[in-house]
Every structure is written in structure tokens, then in C-alpha cells.
């Protein structure tokens, strides 16, 4: 059964810490999206990928996350270093399409706390 | 600025009752307007929407678009516990996706 794979699904670290999460799109699917999620600003995008390309990453914060996609089953983002406000859920989720109007594929999430 | 607004962010009814969430929106290249349904883990599709005035119907979900007046309504009739969830209200652009902030349903036995 097909399913948009993250891990770690749970990840505790210090301030100041490298943090690595990864994403397995579901295979065929040619767009990938990271979405961060907390209570006060709900699901925030962070960075879209069509066909491995990187199309959109003005949500996320360039001094200290990056994403990548060093090949078409898997997708990369890095907090270095890592800060408390960074706490929250990281959802990847994977779609099909030329343009960006289908459904998305959400993976389970990574919770994130960064003490 | 674009943005996709969602109302109301909370709301609590009874089992049986009939509920609307509301999504409006103001983006430029609109593509697609999506409903999510989130639990407690990820969020799961329910419709999409690119035409106006089309109803897309599963059980007893339903939801239609707008696109003179920007907004999108879904609709829950005879609710059900197992309905209680955040349900996410996503726009479709040339490049990316964008969620509103959600609507807290709670449905009491």
C-alpha cells in the first residue's frame, strides 16, 4: 500500500543541534512538499519540489534550514543549528502532476522539540 | 497577500446536527481549491475543487466552490463522533500549496 514515508517520526535535541529529516515520496509521484505545523501558525509550506527541482522555498528560512532532494526517493531537510521556536511537526507529503491542482499525500510527520 | 482564510476555527455540535465550514480565499493563479480532514496524525483528502458550482459529494460530506466570490463551503450533515477533527482547507497556486489554518470540529455523543 502506497504511503509517503518520514522519519524520525519522534526527535528530541538541544538547541544548537543538526536535525535531519528524511521523506520517501511515493514512488511515480513527481512533487514533493515540507510543511511545518504548530498550534499558532497551522500548517506553514517550507518548500516544493517538482521533479526534483526545487520550485519554491521562500517559506523557509534560509540562514538555517535547507532542503533537498538528492535523488527521486528521497527528500531531505536540515535545521543546522537547530532553535526551540523550530519545535513543531514536519510533514512531507508527495502529489502527481504537471501543475500543482491535485491531491497531496501526507506522510505521518516528524515531531520535532528542540530544548 | 495571498491567504486562505478558514471559519469558523472552532466549533462543537451534538451527533446529528448538520455543520458548514467556511474557506475563503484571495490567492493569485488559482488552480485548485482542496479539503483535508485532520486527525490526530496526518491530514487525509477529501475533495477538490476547480469548477464553480459543481458539488462534490461523498456520504455525508459535501462541499462546493465559488469562484466569483472566492469561497468554498463544506458541509456535514448528521454528524458523527468519528467526524471530530481538524479539517483543513488547502488552495492550489501555479507553484505550491497553501492551507488555511484549519476549523476544530468537535462532535459530542
Known amino acids: 500500500d502506497a504511503r509517503v514515508t518520514q522519519t524520525p517520526r519522534h526527535k528530541v535535541t538541544e538547541m544548537g543541534q543538526e536535525v535531519t529529516m528524511r521523506c520517501q515520496p511515493i514512488l511515480g509521484h513527481n512533487t514533493v512538499f515540507w510543511y511545518r505545523q504548530t498550534m499558532m501558525q497551522g500548517l506553514e509550506l517550507l518548500a516544493y519540489f517538482r521533479n526534483r527541482a526545487p520550485l519554491d522555498d521562500s517559506g523557509m528560512p534560509k540562514d538555517r534550514f535547507s532542503a533537498e532532494m538528492p535523488d527521486a526517493t528521497l527528500a531531505t531537510l536540515k535545521i543546522q543549528p537547530s532553535e526551540p521556536r523550530d519545535s513543531a511537526v514536519y510533514f512531507c507529503?508527495?502529489?502527481?502532476?504537471?501543475?500543482?491542482?491535485?491531491?497531496?499525500?501526507f506522510g505521518e510527520g516528524s515531531r520535532l522539540t528542540v530544548l | 497577500e495571498d491567504k486562505v482564510v478558514q471559519s469558523p476555527l472552532s466549533l462543537v455540535v451534538h451527533e446529528g446536527d448538520t455543520v458548514t465550514l467556511n474557506c475563503s480565499y484571495e490567492v493569485t493563479n488559482f488552480r485548485s481549491l482542496l479539503w483535508y480532514k485532520q486527525e490526530k496524525k496526518a491530514p487525509t483528502f477529501l475533495f477538490m475543487l476547480?469548477?464553480?458550482?459543481i458539488e462534490k459529494k461523498s456520504g455525508r460530506l459535501s462541499s462546493i466552490l465559488d469562484k466569483k466570490e472566492l469561497f468554498s463551503i463544506l458541509n456535514i450533515t448528521a454528524t458523527q463522533t468519528g467526524d471530530s477533527a481538524v479539517y483543513l482547507c488547502?488552495?492550489?497556486?501555479?507553484?505550491?500549496?497553501?492551507f488555511g489554518a484549519g476549523t476544530r470540529l468537535t462532535v459530542k455523543p
Open positions: 507529503a508527495s502529489g502527481l502532476g504537471r501543475t500543482n491542482t491535485g491531491e497531496l499525500f
Open positions: 488547502a488552495v492550489g497556486r501555479n507553484n505550491d500549496m497553501r
Open positions: 476547480t469548477s464553480s458550482g
